[in-house]
């Protein structure tokens, strides 16, 4: 170790420039995977998207002799493929509140904030990375998750459906874009709440709390409403199928982003205003 | 390029902080100049680091603005080659290691990987700088704050109460860091509650109390007026000597006697007297008052005058 008591003056060091958005997001992607945090939680989602469909695929050929018409009916090879995304979504946005309310827990936001003291930059550029690194790591299990499952239901000719087959390239690949809109949306309630508590049992409630209380309404109010919820919306993006009380994948998804930009939006307008 | 020495300053006009009904800081102006090292003085609370907060643009002031190099800091192009700062709450986060915590920092201004290993190497933490910086202790942490200020080799380090956690050994290679610094030319604003550790380090000190300036002045002089104002005179002829030196402001105890204990008279005056009455004197010597006790003196009755000036406006309007 360099001896405490020498003193040892600062080296200059050229003065390379300005904070630029690019460096911003070089910095994010340092930050990113640098904590373990992060490859825990994408880890879990691997996981949970390629090891759920395929445990449910073995399970549904095991028991298919055994199963009646209408549980045979029940069955959808897209389903059971795409099961794992339900449950790895909420390790992507438990990562993605972390990625925010991480910096105010341990006071690193400060750090942030001095360097890059416009504020902006730091949540583009979290937003931006954190998306681009969800998307890229969950399509390739994503894609896993609907040839193993095929596979493993090969010799159940009901149950085969083609890659090609209209709607199935979309809905496969929707899986991991639904997964990145869910970390976005999860990151701008982090940088709103800035409290990682708060950010995931906020996120938990608007995913998973208040759709099945939907249900207490009236059928006609839930059926009024229900399609217009973010978890809802969002969802028809890997859906193959859409009943007369859903909306279509495009309208769906393009409702779940425009839920994502206005939460960004007022993150970013709380960001720049509030003391840190 | 090297800026204008004359543009290397942090200036506050006016600046107040509310939080809630709080008033932390209360019409603060000021100038931190390059070259010297400028200590920032006030018992905890008094808002020194809130002063810090408002001058990186963390907080936004309610009142009043304050400058780095002639801009607000949010307006700087490159915050990190203008202005370093240790802030004295951490701002590191627990689960990344100090070498990833510095880079990530450096990366937002393209400094290289180069500099990071250099600044590791500077404040002592090479043997550690892959660990995770939750494990670090104090004075570790402290030494990875002024890494992180340092980062950008700015033109102002701003640091607050940079030695604590710090052993004697850090404590003496920060002042020689700080002096070194200001020697370069560099603005120097370092903030404390010691004012020992002020009077060995500062040359300038800005001191403030309840969020108000209550001296902006040399340390020599400060430390002259808060400790000059009583002498110890021994004299063979005291009793003349008592007697000349008598007056309305002037109270002379004898503690011995040839021995007097003189209050409200400058050292120089009273061998003035003395040599004009042709007396002998066998010691002149002002006595210094603790400084910290000094400091509280001063503190003290600023914060209670300027309070109860406050209540005769409010009594008055």
Redesign the interface.
Known sequence: MNSNAAVQLLPREAHTGRVTQARVAVSEWTKLHSLRSTRWSLLAAVLLTIGLPVLFAAVTSSHWGSMSADERAGRHPLDIALAGVNVSQLAIAVLGVLVITGEYATGMIRASFTAVPKRLPVLWAKTAVFAAVTFLITLPPVLAAFFASQAILARHDILQISFTHPGVTRSVVGGAVYLMLVGIFALAIGAILRNTAGGIATFAGIFFVIPPLMNILPTSWNNAITPYLPSEAGRQIFSLTHDSHSLAPWPGGLLFVGYCALALAIAAVLLVRRDT | MEQLPSTRVIEARDLSKDYGDKRAVDGLSFTVRPGIVTGFLGPNGSGKSTTM?LI?????PTAGDVSVNGKS??D??????EVG?L?E?????????AY??L???A??????RR?VD?LI????L??VARKRAGKFSLGMGQRLGIA?A?L??PSTVMLDEPVNGL?P??I??MR??LR??AA?GRTVFVSSHLMSEMALTADHLIVIGRGRKIADTSTDEFLSRASGSVVRVRSPQSGRLEALLAGPEVTVTRLEADLLEVRGLEASRIGEVASQGSLTLHELTPQLVSLEEAFMNLTRDDVEFKAAEVDRTEAAA
Do not use: F, M
Request: aromatic letters at 4%; hydrophobic letters at 35%.
């Open positions: 907060r990186l643009g963390l907080d936004a800091y949010r700087l192009a490159a915050p990190l080659h700062a802030l709450a951490r701002s590191v986060h627990t689960g990344r290691s990833n915590h880079l990530a920092l990366q937002t201004h393209g400094i290289p500099r250099e190497d500077l404040v002592g090479h043997d992180s340092l950008g080799d052993d050994e850090g003496h290679w020689n860091l070194g610094l370069e």
